[in-house]
């Protein structure tokens, strides 16, 4: 029991990888076509500046926008904890732990690099689920942590960052030059909106992808993938929107049979940063099957 | 549904909208389903029906029973403390009563009630536990109701909807899943 073998999901490594390589190919279409622009250096620089600061400042600025506090040991005892005692499981230095005041039930982790990881959870998240499944989904954030997440995300929405930087402020390089300049800018900004549409559904893949992979993290540091199964229902907020009130009590009322109905499915699932809860319950379903057969 | 039906907004009309309440009969198909998840029909389905006045009620009685005489003493009329007025029928077999229930309908739609149906509910037991698929005419979808004490499982329901889904049209905005307390089944 002691020795965890983290087993690779083959198919899930294949595919990450694909998307990987075709978000690298476009990329470098891009740069191709952008380095013959004048001012691509100053672009690329600027560019760098806002990576490095990205990676840098990450930590501080997700705290910051999310509105998370770091607590101490003192503050948060049983959440220190539940941490120090996956860290040793999953092999891991503890990370910072922060709280958000919300009712909202979620968790996020944050930081460039495993010394400098932020594991957050909102009050809402503390409220909602047992010990067990708040386990899970820590482990799920370590796993994050683990798989350095964060970094391989901001690397790779790098140049979809400045592709779209280009495409909004291409027209006011295009001022004042010739014909020929012209034309090419037109080429530049075409490229830079083809790669930044491109580049948006593959880095979604990406990180749907990765959730994939921390979920399966966390079902083998815990060994309870039910207990991530649970948490996930609880989270999902599909929960919070089924009322209580009796249908015969709001039929009066009549107000929801406008709803329409928008079947918007592939547009959903293409632009979403996470899978759909019933893929992530069935992945993890046939996960806990084979852990059974070990 | 089509496209042309989701630009119309077609889905969703009231009684008259016959492709949406032949997707009632779905409920026969994903029995096997069912069973195999450990849900039994406790062999009782109800129509559940606005309420009204009591001579449009008893029109509706003797409309029943004509469409439905052969079968006669395996149904009964209830109404409940909301005022709403229920026909429940009674079969063994899950497939006679789906088929009972929609033939119910189709008489009730041919002789002007069409507006008056709230909705369809159909009992299971699962351990002991009673479990309810409502079907909403108003928009042809069905969704689960799993009553707990006074609350409802909804990590159940959330569960039983994703597996259902594959075999009927199941309400994909849960914030219409409106429950049926004590349905009189």
């Known amino acids: ?294 | 549904m089509g496209l042309f039906d989701t630009i119309f907004g077609r889905r969703g009309r009231a009684g008259s909208d016959w492709e949406a309440n032949e997707r009632i009969l779905d409920i026969s198909s994903a029995f096997t389903m069912l069973e195999s998840h450990g849900m039994k029909p406790t062999g009782s389905a109800g129509i559940c029906l606005k309420p009204m006045s009591d001579s449009d009620f008893e029109r509706v009685i003797s409309d029943v029973n004509e469409s439905i005489s052969g079968e006669r003493g395996r149904h009964k009329y209830t109404a409940d403390e909301y005022g709403y007025h229920w026909i429940v029928m009674y079969n063994d077999e899950f497939d006679r009563l789906v088929e009972l229930l929609h033939s119910t309908v189709k008489s009730l739609i041919k002789n002007g009630f069409g507006e008056r149906i709230l909705c369809a509910v159909f009992g299971f037991l699962e351990d002991g536990n009673r479990i309810y698929l409502v079907y909403s005419y108003k928009r042809g979808s069905f969704y689960p109701f799993v009553p707990l004490d006074t609350k409802r499982d909804m990590e159940k329901e959330v569960k039983l909807a994703s597996i259902l889904k594959k075999e009927m049209n199941i309400e994909k905005d849960a914030s219409c899943w409106y429950p049926i307390w004590n349905p009189p089944l």
């Open chain 1, 1 to 294: 029991m002691v020795t965890r073998t983290y087993k690779r999901d083959f198919g899930l490594t294949v595919r990450m990888f694909l998307t990987m390589l075709l978000l690298a190919v476009v990329y470098i279409g891009f740069l191709a076509i952008l380095s013959r622009f004048m001012m691509f250096t100053w672009v690329l620089m600027f560019a760098a500046l806002m990576l490095f600061a990205q990676l840098y400042y990450s930590d501080k600025l997700v705290l910051w926008s999310m509105g998370a506090r770091i607590v101490g040991r003192e503050e948060a005892p049983e959440l220190h904890a539940i941490v120090e005692k996956l860290c040793t499981l999953a092999d891991l230095p503890k990370p910072k732990i922060a709280i958000v005041d919300t009712n909202v039930p979620n968790a996020f982790a944050t930081g460039r690099n495993k010394k400098n990881a932020v594991v957050a959870v909102t009050t809402g998240l503390l409220r909602t689920l047992s010990r067990n499944e708040l386990e899970a989904v820590l482990a799920h954030e370590l796993s994050h942590i683990k798989n350095k997440d964060m970094l391989v995300l901001t690397i790779a929405s790098f140049i979809s960052m400045v592709a779209f930087f280009v495409m909004r402020y291409a027209i006011f390089f295009g001022i004042g030059g010739g014909r020929r300049d012209n034309a090419y800018i037109l080429l530049v900004w075409v490229a830079s909106i083809i790669t930044w549409i491109v580049s948006f559904i593959l880095i979604r893949a990406l990180s749907r992808y990765r959730e994939f992979a921390a979920d399966r993290g966390s079902a083998f540091i815990t060994g309870r993938p039910r207990d991530l199964i649970s948490a996930l229902y609880k989270i999902s907020g599909k929960m919070q929107r089924i009322p209580t009130e009796d249908l015969r009590k709001v039929e009066g009322l009549n107000a929801f049979f406008i709803i329409p109905a928008v079947s918007g499915d592939l547009i959903t699932k293409l632009f979403s940063t996470h899978p759909p809860l019933e893929e992530r319950v069935k992945a993890l379903e046939t996960l806990e099957k084979m852990m059974e057969r070990i």
